[in-house]
């Protein structure tokens, strides 16, 4: 933005500049032709139209070098300009790549919730009601996790390894039993690999 209010302010500078030159030289050009027609028969007249005429070439030169000077200023905005525009599409491009990733990997991760809520819903379905009662209010209170794995007599939820005598009597409870962590009070499901 400001690369571009810089050439758009060397722009009209330049235009300014520009315009101010052409005065002087139609000035010029009027007295030049005042001076060629011999309109003008005083010798003190024709003396000070030549003197104008000098002035008026010397202030052209020095406008002209402004015009230039300008002009490179321009120039060079104009480059900023371009090269930052340049930038800023490629930053766009990587933006735009992002946002497609991110769209792509919602639309995943929202196909897998719907897949994810139907197995809920036809495994819930075969949970008896107070079992899923306790899972739902545990789930809540543990942050999205009410049950856990027992592992080499470790709860996967907490990652505590269960004291001997929790063991014992987890090895004693029928399969049928519900079962919990003494450290975090997930349900604690067990498999073959729960060390019992």
């Known amino acids: 933005m400001a690369a571009q209010t810089e050439e758009s302010d060397t722009a009209r500078e330049q235009t300014k500049a520009e315009q101010d030159v052409d005065q002087v030289r139609q000035r010029a050009a009027r007295d030049q032709q005042r001076l060629d027609s011999g309109a003008v028969s005083s010798p003190k007249d024709l003396e000070n139209l030549q003197r104008e005429i000098a002035s008026l070439a010397k202030r052209q030169g020095d406008l002209e070098d402004i015009v230039l000077e ?7 905005a104009q480059e900023r300009v371009a090269e930052l525009t340049e930038r800023v599409g490629a930053v766009q491009g990587k933006v735009d790549d ?8 919602f639309d995943e ?6 897949s ?16 899923l009662k306790l899972y739902d209010k545990l789930r809540t209170q543990q942050g999205g996790i009410g049950a856990a794995k027992l ?8 990652r505590q390894e269960l004291s001997i005598t929790d063991v014992n009597d987890i090895r004693k409870a029928t399969p049928d ?3 919990r962590c003494e450290n975090c009070g997930r349900i604690l499901v067990r498999t073959g690999e729960s060390g019992l």
């Open 177 to 179: 039993t519900v079962v």
């Open 151 to 158: 592992y080499q007599r470790t709860c996967q939820g907490c």
């Open 70 to 76: 300008v002009m490179e200023r321009r120039e060079s």
């Open 116 to 131: 994810v809520t139907k197995e809920r819903e036809v495994i819930a379905a075969s949970v008896p009601a107070d079992l």
């Open 109 to 114: 991760i929202d196909g897998e919730v719907a």
């Open 98 to 105: 992002a946002t497609a990733r991110r769209d792509a990997a």
